[in-house]
């Protein structure tokens, strides 16, 4: 057995490998359920399908998140299977989290029948170095079975540090035809909508140092602070910007970012009509709806974001790469502090770089005494004169770190497709808002050398509006009809429903006249017993010597003696 045991596992072992040198190629391609497929190739299959079958074959999702908060991005390599592998896909964050999830999906591939199409809303995401557990207290609902009405209700976030967030809504509905397949009205569409939103306190990627002092900042020589400073708050506190500790309040008073207002999401996929086609294509759409931001609400440099055009995200696929298209609209942004409008982010202009720096003694000569917050984008609250804007900062502030505003981030990928079936597959990312905290090079060389050479390129990564679509449709479009069961040998008509009797096959019913056959000779072989008794057979007896004990054993001559 011991010999026989490498055979045994060659084959399996064989399998495995293959497995594992296909999946780098497989993970380009849209994810389908497996088919269980039986051990022997001649065997038939696990299942077949009864009564007409859907011909249209679709593919699509689409996902939005209202607010994403990511720590150390693209720092955490990614684990897989396949010993160095990890090294060449994109880094991960540390932590991930994400409020206000709403999904929709549809796969005419997949083997079980609830996951045609599924329709998701969730109040909360969690991912801790790439992996994500599964979050309670979502709304799911599935198909098949179709569903003719949507499911609705209210969600709960979690309490946590990091984030604050309201009340929450979202509906879900799933729909799908045993007929038909993906040709309803709306295959999926879920949405999710929050009443506020406030994130980030505090930031603890920095390291917990104070401004000045044993084991703080070094200011270089001959360098000090303006009048009206007080350099008792900490780096993770951005200068005072921020509470440092506790819990994100509801009001969004000191966290970095909040939205006071409702904010809406919602994801759809369906088919639509391709010109001068019978057949569809598959659409994905993801759109926002969105009113008033606030970044460093409750402090002197408030600065206030009105989102003048929402963000919509679609992706169509028609099984062909001349007439798939991504249809992006991007969203308009004005930026505004004390009344007055700074900065405006649209196409044009994606991206806004907000430093925030340590006020040195020049802009106390010139203003007078300073409020205790540090200089964000130039803005300088005064004690007696108000917010102030500098032209040239050059000599008055000590950079620490940046403020990153962009918007968009269009991010699109399409490729032709053989698996599983022939087609072509499409797909785009955006985001309404982010806003990163990024480390400069001065506040790496101010710090003690250990906290300042660990600094990574981003400290942490807030994104509103986070959408994603994918569509992939079949060469020519989707087919909507159904199959037809094949008539009777003599031509008749088409069985309306299932056989009720099972086909006589040797497999399945040889084991019947068997067992009666067995079952008969049981009872003719307890008859014959009953029947024939046993006759006793005379013992066998041995005669005893006559002598005395010494005399020997002599056996008699005849066998019956």
Known sequence: MQRRLPRALAVPATAALLLLLAAPAGAQEIPTTPI?????????????PIGPQPLGHAVGDAGTALGVLRLLPNSVTTSTILPGFGQTLPKQSALEAGMGLSSASANSEAYLAYEKSIAQSSPFGLAVGGQAPQTPGSLVQTALPDNPKEISGGLNAPPNPLLNVGLLNGTAHARWSESLGPCVDTI???????ASLSLLNVIPTLPQVPLLGSGGLKLPDGTQLAQGFDPKSGLQSLGGLLPGSGQTPATGTGSLLSLPNTLSSRSQVKLVDIPGSKNKAVQSRSTLQAADINILKGTPLELNLKVASQPTLTVTSTGDAKTSKVDYQAPVITIAAGGKTLYTLDAAHPTKDIPIGLPLAPLSQQFGALDNVPVVGGLVATAT?????????????????VLRLSIANLDQKQSEATTPFKGYQIGAAARLLDLQVLPTQKLKELLPK????????????LSLGEQIARSYAPTGGVVCGSTTPPAPPQGGAAP????????????????????????????????????????RRPALVLKRPTGGPDTPFKPSPHPRD
């Open 188 to 194: 999926a569409d879920a949405s999710t909508s929050v």
């Open 36 to 48: 269980p497929q039986p051990n022997n190739p001649s065997q038939p299959p696990a299942s077949a």
């Open 385 to 401: 004169k108000g917010l102030q804007q500098l032209g040239d900062t050059t000599g008055k502030v000590l950079d620490l770190g």
């Open 450 to 461: 250990q906290a300042g050479d660990n600094l990574p390129s981003s400290l942490a990564q």
């Open 496 to 535: 309306a429903g299932p056989v009720k009797h099972l086909a006589y096959t040797n497999g399945a019913y040889d084991t019947v006249p068997l067992f009666w056959t067995g079952t008969a000779m049981l009872l003719l072989g307890v008859v014959m017993v009953a029947a024939f008794p046993n006759r």
